[in-house]
Every structure is written in C-alpha cells, then in structure tokens.
C-alpha cells in the first residue's frame, strides 16, 4: 500500500519507516526543508536508537522516500497520516491545532478521484477530526475521502520496538472503508498479535489523552509518596515495589522522580484540563497533576539548593543529564531546564554533560559550561546532581567523583545510586524519597 507521513519529526519519521519495514511503500512529507535535506542525506534530523539503520534499510530498498513536495508524496497515496506537532498554544495551554489545520488545508488541495483515508496520528483534543473533515470537504467536496483518527503510544528512546511491538492499535473510523484500509496498513502488527482496538474517532482522541494522563498521574502521586516518605523516614523505592506487585496496580511508572516532561505529558494533561473545562466535565485529579508537577520541577532545584548547605552563590553545580529520559535528544519540557534556572536564580554556576541533547539544551538555556564527558563536568564542582538516568552515568567512578568534586555533595534525583554505596566513598548523598 502507498503511505504518505505528512510531518517527519520523532513520530513521523518513526512511523513512516516502520510502515516502510512493513513492506509499505512510504512517502514522508516536511516543509522543513532543511530536515528534508538532511535524510536525503543519509542522516537523520533525531537522535532514536536503531532509526539511522532502519531509514538506510528501507530507503535503499525502495520503499522509504523524502520529500518537501506534498504532491509528489501524495501520489497515489490510499492513506495520508498527519503527524505534525501539537505543542502548547502560548497563554491558554489548549493544543495548538494551527498545524494540523495547515495539513488538512494542504491535504485537500491534492486529494486525487480515488478514495483516500486521512488519518490523524497527532495527539488531538476531541472533535479535532469532525474539524479536519470539515476543512477537507469545505475546500474540496468532489474528493471521495474518510477522516480517521489513530493516536500514536509510541516512547522517545525505544520508538521503534515501540511502534512495531504496540501493546495496542487504537483506530477511530466513522466509515467502514476507512475501516479495512487501517486494518490493511496494521495488519503485519495484528498478526503478530497485537491487540487493534476498533472505536469511533472521538473516543479514539479521547483514548490517547486519557493514558497520557494517567500515567503522568501514576507518576505524580508516588513522586508525592517520595516526598512523604522523606518526612517519615520511609523508602519510596520499597513501597513502590510494595503497590507495584499488586496486579491491579502494577511496577511501571512508579520511579519518583524529579516530575514529568517531556513533549508529551505536559502538554497533553494541559490541554485535557482545557477540553475538559470547555465541556463543562473538569478533571480535578488531572488539574492537580499539572500543579504538583510544575512546582516539583523548580523544588527539585530547591532541594540541591539544601544539600548543599543552603547558599549557592558563585558555586559551581556539576549537572548529569539534560534530556527529560534517556536514549532521545529531545529537551522539549525536560525538568532540567527548571532545575537548572533554579540553581541559577539563586546565584549557582553550571557545568552539564549530557549524552545526545547539548544542541537542544543550547537554544533553551543560557549561561551553561557543556562538558565532554561526565568527569569533565563534575571537575571542581561543589555537588553533582544527576537528572537524567542514561546508562553512562549508572557505574561512575566513585572514587574518581569523589577525587574530582570540590564538595563531596551527590543530588541523585532518579535513584540510580544505593545510599551505602555513596557513603562508603565519602560522599554525601540525597536521593529522592529515601
Ligand atoms: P515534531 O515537532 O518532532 O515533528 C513535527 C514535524 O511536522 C516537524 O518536522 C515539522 O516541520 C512538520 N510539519 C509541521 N507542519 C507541517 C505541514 N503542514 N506539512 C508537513 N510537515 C509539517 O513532533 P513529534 O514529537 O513528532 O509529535 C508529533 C505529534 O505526535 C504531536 O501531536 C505529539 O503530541 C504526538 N506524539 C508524540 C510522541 C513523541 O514521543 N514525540 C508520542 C506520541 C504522540
């Protein structure tokens, strides 16, 4: 089947080239013709493990192509995913639907005689496809055209086992011939026994923002739980394992933390609060996520602020971790960036090595020292303050940090270090809710 992905970023592109992997012959669609460029190129715009490899497999045989020329993607194309961003709209924290309109302006202009299913796999508020249909047909009413909608679940750092393994499809179709043409694009996954959830198009967006919102839920309440066990002198880790072993509850998304981020869950629980003021059925719990989230990310900074004595003024901060997870480039929202304004606020120098997201840290932050490698970066600092869990920092020298730092202060807001390790090597640690 002919796919066009209008949009290439982290989930256009993934998508685009797992269907190609399929054995789908792909068109994937920007107007960034910079990123167009670049993957013509051979190189890819993202950082995604296994991405560069999976992109050379399929463009090389046939089946994977790039292009800024909607028409030239669209050609023969029996479905059209849109997969453009969504971020935040400035000043209300509903979701910004001006690309996705633009797309769906696009679209129409280029919709052939035959039928053709357009599919958002953006994460849309609900009724934003009864929107997209009504700006297909208004601008083109002779085009024989379906409006799906099919969220996508996929996770930056493990996108494509993600994408190809799902523990769900979930389509939103309101025509049956919509219907099979999803079945068809999906049907390498549910052969292979992925659960595909058939469901109407609003209760498919709806799905989408529901899950983002509860896990950034599960997440809150035991960052909460960190927090009270701290007062308590109880370990969050060992009660996570404690309610995590409970079925009904289960071990994910119980690792208290330094908050959400991330391009997702900030702006997806924001813009569920919206929708849900706007229909007159507020989600409280989800309002209050969004609070105890925010103000987490800059009490973070308050509390490596305390451990190391409470004054921060001229001293240098060492910062592990940048990215808001391992394994992806993307700063989007990350709780660095709050942490970090933090410690600046109150008067604190930083120096931050991150893996893959320094490019992006430098357009989002100012006055940072990048360093080479985890070592150069706690080099005479007076704490090192571990924020992103990437592999590189799971087993570092300890006695080497120890030699290197000016003050043996260890913030490790992710919990990758055991306490008596730490002490053993005569560095004071603070972990988070333990
Ligand atoms: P992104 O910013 O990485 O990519 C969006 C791309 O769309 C950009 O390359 C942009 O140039 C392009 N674009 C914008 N308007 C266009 C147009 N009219 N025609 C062609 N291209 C256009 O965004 P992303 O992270 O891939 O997210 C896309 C959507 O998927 C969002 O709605 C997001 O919420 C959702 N989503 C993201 C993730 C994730 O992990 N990033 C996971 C699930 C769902």
Request: with cysteine.
């Amino acid at each position: 089947m002919r796919i066009a992905m209008i949009g290439s970023g982290y989930v256009g592109l993934v998508s685009g080239a797992c269907f190609a992997d399929f054995g789908h012959q792909v068109a994937c669609v920007d107007t960034d013709a910079a990123k167009i460029a670049r993957l013509n190129d051979g190189r890819m715009p993202i950082y995604e493990p296994g991405l560069d490899e999976l992109v050379a497999r399929n463009v090389q045989a046939g089946r994977l192509t790039f292009t800024t020329d909607l028409a030239r993607g669209m050609a023969g194309a029996e479905a059209v995913f849109i997969a453009v961003g969504t971020p935040s709209r400035r000043g209300d924290g509903h979701a910004d639907l001006s690309y996705v309109h633009a797309a769906a302006r696009d679209i129409a202009a280029h919709l052939g005689s035959s039928f053709t299913v357009v599919v958002t796999k953006s994460t849309v508020p609900v009724g934003t496809g009864d929107e997209v249909e009504r700006i297909i047909r208004t601008a083109n009413p002779a085009a024989d055209v379906a409006v799906a909608s099919n969220p996508e679940f996929l996770r930056e750092g493990a996108a494509i086992a993600d994408f190809k393994r799902p523990d769900r499809i979930v389509i939103g179709v309101e025509d049956s011939r919509a219907r099979r043409v999803l079945e068809d694009v999906y049907r390498p996954l549910y052969l292979n026994q992925a659960p595909l959830l058939v469901t109407g198009r609003r209760t498919a967006e709806l799905t989408k923002y529901a899950a983002n919102a509860f896990l950034a839920t599960k997440i809150t309440f035991i960052n909460e739980m960190a927090d009270l066990a701290e007062k308590v002198g109880a370990n969050v880790q060992d009660v996570a394992r404690g309610i995590g072993l409970d079925n009904r509850i289960g071990p994910k998304f119980l690792n208290a933390g330094p908050g959400y981020g991330g391009s997702c869950f900030p702006k997806d629980t924001l813009a569920l609060v919206k929708t849900a003021q706007d229909h007159d059925a507020p989600t409280r719990i989800v309002e209050t996520v969004v609070q105890v989230n925010e103000q987490r990310k800059r009490a973070m900074g308050r509390k490596v602020i305390a451990a190391m004595g409470g004054d921060v003024r001229d001293r240098l901060v060492g910062v592990l971790g940048l990215t808001f997870k391992p394994n992806t480039d993307d700063m989007r929202d990350s709780p660095a960036i709050a942490i970090i304004q933090t410690l600046q606020d109150a008067g604190a120098r930083i120096t931050a090595y991150d893996p893959q997201g320094v490019a992006q840290a430098r357009q989002l932050l100012t006055d940072v020292t990048y360093a080479s490698d985890p070592y150069a970066a706690l080099d005479g600092a007076d704490a090192m303050v571990l924020v992103t869990e990437w592999d590189a920092f799971r087993a570092l020298d300890l006695a080497r940090v120890k030699s290197l730092l000016r003050q043996p202060v260890v913030v490790d807001l992710r919990n990758v270090y055991r306490p008596e390790e730490m002490a053993r090597h005569g560095l004071a640690y603070t972990g988070v809710g333990r």
